[in-house]
């Protein structure tokens, strides 16, 4: 029984290694470069953006609904 | 084991150095073995080293850990808000109440658009999954589920079938029909089993494969046709509460938040563990990618939202503010990703500027704790479920009518002493620091003013 929880808890301590090499050696960028870029794709898309920009009524699909007088 | 003196029955060649001297008669596994003592040492240090191995595991485990934190430390040149320093603030946003949807019996848990940017399912507590058109406010379709705390919804890309799942384990593919009168329970497929609760679904770009998440730890890729399970994500230590798919096209890769504080990126094709955070000090209830895919936004019970960037791979922001002490609940990005929006458990919506870091606006109305914002395919609304049983919809009207003005809610950090205008219809507290809403009891009685119910949770 204690072999087991041995060799289970080595295996686990194995694969947590392996994990933290792997995250370890992925290729990262500066913050300064990656905010950057995240700053550029806000400003190309802010005009498209209809929650901060604000549309028309005329184009807003959830315009309150008006009603129509028939005279 | 120590050399000690023995009585050697036998002397002869060692079994395995093949040296003459004194054999200890010994059995291993039940086999009988002659080792010479020097041999028997050294396969008891063997046993030794298989626990030092375990050490010098722990060992490296923690130095990789330091390196991880060093490397990482090493790219922060710069802070996001620093970087958006020269960026024009966000105007006053008009967001404003659209529609109401009212018709669950129970808490709302989840809400999901539909591509046709006009459809919603939303499921609630007591098992009832209902599709809704959002413009016309009519109930399209409704499944009533046998289990209760319909946890997860979905709508399939095609707009043809929704996936719901919760407390019964399982993730339920239901296709939608035209026909009204079709009883649609009786077509609900079980297509994913786990060994706890559903929390989370999603479809993938197609109808045929749906990902989802569990309280037993893991999320599952599963083909809806057969059911079977395709590929399984193992790493996540406590129960895992959200997931998102990367946006693009192409994209194959996908965020999981959990109870462990611990938000993870996988590789869908081979099940690997990408990327890891883990800078929340509490569950993390939700996850959302940045609409380019290359950052993602996470919600926690530690009232704060952060902002992680997956090139960098480190938390880039963090949305907090000392008056909100609520956990978050969940997050969603506008169109442009500029605006989060992001749900508390203080019944409000607070909407962040995510380049800057402040807080724009905060959108009040629920009842009751908010349990998911989904902004709709076009940006152009966003709808909020919340456990007070409704779902309301929150459009924008024409610019430069802001019916949502930014409040001023407390004092800057840097000066001692509020410069605001007290309002005449708030009421402030003594100090000046808090604002309570007269219909949010929760805050009041955080004050310590009321004795009612307890101090901090809202009842």
């Known amino acids: 029984m204690s072999?087991?929880?041995?060799?289970?808890?080595?295996?686990?301590?194995?694969?947590?290694?392996?994990?933290?090499?792997l995250e370890a050696s992925i290729r990262r960028i500066k913050v300064s470069q990656a905010a950057a870029e995240l700053k550029q794709f806000c400003l190309q898309n802010a005009s498209k953006d209809p929650l901060l920009m604000g549309v028309p009524s005329s184009d807003n699909p959830f315009r309150p609904p008006k009603s129509c007088s028939l005279f | 084991m120590c050399d000690q003196t023995f009585m050697a029955a036998t002397f002869g060649p060692c079994d395995s150095c093949s040296k003459a001297s004194p054999l200890m008669n010994i059995y291993i596994k039940s086999e009988a073995i002659n080792y010479c003592s020097f041999c028997v040492e050294m396969m008891a240090c063997q046993g030794l080293q298989k626990g030092e191995t375990l050490a010098t595991l722990k060992k490296e485990s923690e130095n990789l850990k330091k390196k991880l934190e060093e490397e990482r430390g090493k790219l922060n040149d710069i802070e996001l808000h620093q970087v958006a320093e020269k960026v024009e603030?966000?105007?006053?946003?008009?967001?404003?109440?659209?529609?109401?949807?009212?018709?669950?019996?129970?808490?709302?848990?989840c809400v999901d658009w539909c591509k046709d940017k006009r459809r919603l399912v939303s499921s609630s507590q007591d098992g009832k999954v209902i599709v809704w058109d959002a413009f016309t406010l009519n109930k399209e379709h409704g499944v009533t589920l046998p289990c209760t705390w319909v946890m997860a919804c979905a709508y399939a890309p095609s707009g043809c079938a929704v996936a719901c799942g919760g407390l019964d384990n399982k993730c339920s593919v239901v296709p939608l029909s035209l026909d009204r009168n079709e009883n649609l329970a009786a077509k609900k497929?079980?297509?994913?089993?786990?060994?706890?609760?559903?929390?989370g679904c999603s479809f993938t770009n197609s109808d045929m494969q749906l990902l989802t998440s569990s309280g037993d730890g893991t999320c599952a890729l599963w083909d809806v046709e057969s059911g079977q399970l395709l590929q399984s994500f193992h790493g996540h230590t406590a129960d895992v509460l959200s997931l998102d798919l990367a946006p693009s096209e192409?994209?194959?890769?996908?965020?999981s938040g959990g109870?462990?504080?611990?938000?993870?990126?996988?590789?869908?094709?081979?099940?690997?563990?990408?990327?890891?955070?883990?800078?929340?000090?509490?569950?993390?209830?939700?996850?959302?990618?940045?609409?380019?895919?290359?950052?993602?936004?996470?919600?926690?019970?530690d009232a704060t939202c952060r902002f992680y960037d997956l090139r960098a791979d480190r938390e880039v922001a963090v949305y907090q503010k000392d008056s909100i002490i609520f956990g978050a609940s969940s997050v969603d990005f506008s169109l442009s990703g500029r605006l989060l929006f992001t749900g508390y458990n203080d019944y409000t919506i607070n909407v962040w500027d995510v380049l800057k870091g402040t807080r724009v606006s905060i959108l009040l109305g629920h009842e009751n704790r908010i349990s998911r914002v989904r902004v709709s395919p076009d940006g152009t609304a966003l709808c909020s479920a919340s456990w007070d049983n409704s779902l309301r919809i929150e459009g924008t009207g024409p610019r430069g009518n802001p019916t949502h003005p930014a409040p001023q809610l407390h004092p800057p950090a840097h000066s001692g002493r509020s410069q605001s205008v007290p309002r005449a219809d708030r009421i402030y507290s003594p100090s000046n620091k808090f604002l309570v809403f007269p219909w949010v009891f929760s805050q009041w009685e955080w004050l310590g003013k009321s004795s009612k119910g307890s101090a901090l949770e809202p009842s």
């Open chain 1, 3 to 21: 072999n087991n929880n041995a060799s289970s808890s080595l295996i686990i301590a194995q694969r947590a290694v392996k994990q933290l090499r």
């Open chain 2, 89 to 109: 603030a966000v105007a006053a946003l008009s967001l404003k109440t659209r529609r109401v949807l009212k018709g669950h019996g129970n808490k709302v848990l």
């Open chain 2, 189 to 199: 497929k079980s297509v994913a089993m786990h060994t706890n609760y559903v929390s």
């Open chain 2, 250 to 255: 192409t994209g194959n890769t996908f965020v």
């Open chain 2, 259 to 301: 109870c462990d504080m611990k938000a993870n990126v996988w590789d869908m094709r081979s099940g690997q563990n990408i990327q890891s955070f883990e800078s929340h000090e509490s569950d993390i209830n939700c996850v959302k990618y940045y609409p380019s895919g290359d950052a993602f936004a996470s919600a926690s019970d």
